[in-house]
């Protein structure tokens, strides 16, 4: 069983910039993919960006095109801990931010963290 925990979600202005944090309670190293997704009112979740193991050293980030250029995943092994950088945020960047991860073919989500981008 994979624990997630996200944090760092709030109120933002439009243009500004959040960090979001997802510990994992085991070594991220087993995990075959990290990431996030997100889900905005009266929509389907969806992609925000992952980050797939493809080696013991390599790594592929993958992120929406919505996101490009804009927000930026990366992760740290000690900490067991995925970040997702998001800057110049729009106001339809606001949903909850989901934490994801695979194992084995096994999907395990965190309980979200709100993002609120509004003047």
């Known amino acids: 069983q994979v624990q997630l925990v996200e944090s760092g979600g709030g109120l933002v202005q439009p243009g500004g910039s959040l960090r979001l944090s997802c510990a994992a309670s085991?070594?991220?190293?087993?995990?075959?993919?990290m990431g996030w997704y997100r889900q905005a009112p009266g929509k389907q979740r969806e992609l925000v960006a992952t980050?797939?193991?493809?080696?013991?050293?390599?790594?592929?980030?993958n992120y929406a095109d919505s996101v490009k250029g804009r927000f930026t995943a990366s992760r740290d092994n000690a900490k067991r801990t995925v970040y997702l950088q998001m800057n110049s945020l729009k106001p339809e960047d606001t949903a909850v931010y989901y934490c994801y991860a695979r194992i084995f073919m096994t999907d395990y989500w965190g309980k979200g963290t709100l993002v609120t981008v509004s003047p």
């Open positions: 980050i797939t193991n493809i080696g013991s050293t390599m790594e592929h980030t």
């Open positions: 085991v070594s991220i190293f087993r995990l075959n993919v």
